[in-house]
């Protein structure tokens, strides 16, 4: 039952970028080895960060990161925040799925996406480019509860953006903590870790 | 020589038949509203699936289903929950998409099942019949997002095999209550939506 709504909050593993008709922008990454998730409550909402693994295109690799957030608000409008992009390698440790980290600070990171989008109360969309950006640093550690096998194609419409995910991945649940823009954080049993056979996201920003 | 092997031979197939014997399964189907909910309760981790739907293929009736998993520490290591079964219909309540309640005494549910499974290393898993009690949860759509999913997933959590078929439409919620007095929230990983088909078949081995 893991395949978690918010994994697909904002994914960003991949690479090939294809841009569409001015209207929408579609990006579509690959995914071919390890990757890791988390997800946390924060007060009124909560923030899902995912780090993966995958070619480069041309014989190497690269490390993709996206999170975000969605918030809502006392006065009833909702903050949804999300980042994503081609991170160093050396920021990704993965070398054993028995202890993961991530240690990143995306606003030195060359190309790295960030979008904050304000929804009314009446539902309406306002989305600003730029942030958030910052320091982010993760620790997972498998926890045995549970080991799963997992195909699934998805589509998940938040805001303006839509994201269609194919995964096909093993993973592991996991404790999670760290810092995420400078707010520390636990994700005690619900984490995941595990490796990518063949997965796939394309986002397509509608506006 | 032939003795030996005849006798080989019966009690190979005898330890298949108890091995059979020891083997659970049990299948449930869902169409219509379901709403799930993966919390942290006091450390505790709890996945609970309340679903229109039955047990059996193919299904002749549609009742209420309640699916939970829960994975506990303790202080000699962890015990695996699992639980499924039919429940009354009414402990189940939906108002569209937007709100969900769950209000089951599992002692008072005679249609389901849990069973407690603790580790001991070198000796596997022992398993004897789970607590039983009250589960309350509340599910409030949040705005973060709507979600179409159809997933394979074949999923270990102790001895419990799980292979789930889900075909599903869904929107992100926020679910709160208590889980046998255990208070829990989840803002991130509950939701509340529709099954189209989604088909879960658990698997036990003790």
Redo the contacts between chains.
């Keep these: 039952m893991k395949r978690f709504l918010l994994s697909a909050l904002l994914i960003g593993f991949g690479l090939v970028a294809v841009h569409g008709p001015a209207a929408a922008q579609t990006e579509t990454f690959h995914a071919r080895d390890a990757f890791a998730q988390t997800h946390f409550d924060v007060s009124g909402g909560e923030v899902d960060i995912s780090v993966f693994r995958g070619p480069d295109g041309s014989g190497g690799t690269n490390t993709f990161l996206s999170y975000g957030s969605f918030v809502e608000n006392p006065d009833g409008s909702a903050t949804s925040t999300s980042g994503f992009g081609v991170i160093p390698s050396s920021a990704f440790d993965a070398q054993t799925l028995q202890h993961v980290t991530l240690n990143v600070d995306t606003s030195q990171v060359a190309g790295f996406r960030a979008t904050t989008c304000i929804f009314s109360v009446t539902f309406t969309v306002t989305c600003t480019d730029g942030s958030p950006l910052g320091l982010i640093q993760i620790d997972w550690q498998p926890n045995g509860a549970s080991s799963t096998k997992s195909v699934q194609h998805l589509s998940f419409t938040s805001g303006p953006f839509t994201r269609h995910l194919d995964f096909d991945q093993d993973e592991s649940s996991a404790d999670a903590s760290g810092s995420y823009l400078g707010s520390s954080f636990t994700d005690p049993g619900r984490a995941l870790v595990g490796k990518a056979r063949d997965s796939t996201v394309s986002i397509t920003r509608n506006n | 020589m032939i003795r030996f092997w005849v006798l080989t031979l019966l009690s190979t197939l005898l330890l298949a038949a108890q091995g059979m014997a020891s083997a659970q399964s049990t299948t449930f189907h869902t169409s219509g509203e379901f709403a799930?909910t993966?919390s942290?309760a006091n450390?505790s981790?709890v996945?609970i699936?309340a679903a229109r739907g039955c047990i059996g293929d193919p299904c002749f009736t549609n009742n209420t289903i309640l699916v939970i998993?829960a994975?506990v520490p303790t202080a000699n290591g962890?015990v695996f929950l699992d639980g499924a079964g039919v429940i009354p219909d009414s402990a189940f309540q939906t108002n569209g998409p937007n709100h969900a309640t769950l209000n089951v005494d599992t002692s008072q549910a005679s249609g389901f099942i849990i069973t407690a499974c603790t580790f001991t290393p070198g000796s596997g898993f022992t398993c004897q019949p789970g607590p039983t009690g009250v589960i309350q949860v509340e599910w409030r759509r949040?705005?973060?997002?709507?979600?179409?999913?159809?997933?394979?997933?074949?999923?270990?959590?102790g001895p419990a095999a799980t292979n789930?078929h889900?075909n599903q439409d869904?929107f992100?919620a926020a679910g709160s209550g208590s889980f046998f007095g255990t208070s829990f929230?989840?803002?991130?990983?509950s939701?509340i939506g529709t099954n189209k088909e989604t088909v879960i078949t658990i698997n036990k081995q003790n």
Aim: charged share 30%; glycine share 6%; net charge negative.
């Design positions: 799930e993966f942290n450390g981790l996945d699936f998993f994975f962890v949040t705005r973060a997002g709507s979600t179409t999913l159809v997933e394979e997933d074949h999923t270990t959590r789930t889900k869904f992100t929230s989840d803002s991130s990983r939701k």
